[in-house]
């Protein structure tokens, strides 16, 4: 099993640009998300979804849009990418029921570092 | 606004030793979780505690959980230079989609 996987890795985009990251899992999760991490700042929540064609705002949803369209894949599109969205970005998933072994626990992918000009 | 908030927020011990870790919340919750972030990897799952539970135990990790001042510590024992990383507390609040709030971290650096 591949996990989550994000692509692409690394992205360098001009002010007014627009792009999409994917995430793709391969464990059947019913919730996925995507988080930002900023220096000294932890990660935030930007937007979420609960199941296939959900989606859902988080902490920080302004600037960002998703879709959810396949149960495996979580898309977070930039329509106009602002310096202040330079981030490394993080998509998780998990599953939604208690009985799982692993119930509650989020799962990584190894990031998307954006940097906008 | 962050939920937890970690505490030291920087932490540098010598191989061998214990490194305690503390996160503090602010409202109620269904678990807290322990998070290890290598330096420009992604978030790695450590240890999850349910709010009825106190004290919780995974190989050298031990985490306890206080509800009543919504505080919780992670102890690592015996400390390696490969412990070295971030590690994160996060919560999941009553009512969420399992939805995590992350604390800021405490990076943690173990000298061989």
């Known amino acids: 099993n591949a996990g989550v996987t994000q692509t692409p890795k690394f992205r360098v985009l001009k002010t007014g640009q627009s792009m999409t990251l994917l995430c793709a899992q391969d464990m059947n999760h019913e919730y996925m998300y995507w988080y930002r991490q900023d220096p000294g700042m932890g990660l935030r929540l930007i937007h979420y979804?609960?199941?296939?064609?959900?989606?859902a705002k988080g902490e920080v949803p302004d600037g960002y849009n998703v879709s959810r369209l396949k149960k495996q894949n979580f898309l977070l599109g930039l329509e106009s990418a602002a310096p202040s969205q330079t981030s490394v970005y993080f998509c998780?998933?998990?599953?939604?029921?208690?009985?799982?072994?692993?119930?509650?626990?989020?799962?990584f992918g190894e990031g998307s570092r954006l940097t906008v000009l | 606004s962050q939920q937890g908030e970690e505490d030291p927020q920087a932490l540098s011990i010598q191989e061998g030793e214990n490194a305690t870790m503390n996160c503090s919340y602010k409202?109620?919750?269904?678990?807290l979780q322990w998070y290890r972030q290598n330096s420009g990897r992604g978030l790695v799952h450590l240890i999850l505690?349910?709010?009825?539970?106190r004290e919780k135990h995974s190989g050298r990790l031990r985490v306890t959980l206080d509800t009543s001042k919504k505080s919780s510590s992670l102890l690592i024992t015996a400390s390696r230079a490969a412990d070295t990383a971030s590690y994160f507390c996060?919560?999941?609040?009553?009512?969420?989609?399992?939805?995590?709030?992350f604390g800021s971290g405490t990076q943690l650096t173990v000298l061989p």
């Open positions: 409202t109620s919750i269904n678990n």
């Open positions: 998780a998933s998990s599953y939604s029921s208690d009985r799982v072994r692993r119930a509650g626990e989020l799962f």
């Open positions: 979804s609960v199941g296939e064609g959900t989606t």
């Open positions: 505690i349910r709010s009825n539970e």
């Open positions: 996060a919560t999941e609040r009553v009512g969420s989609a399992r939805q995590l709030t």
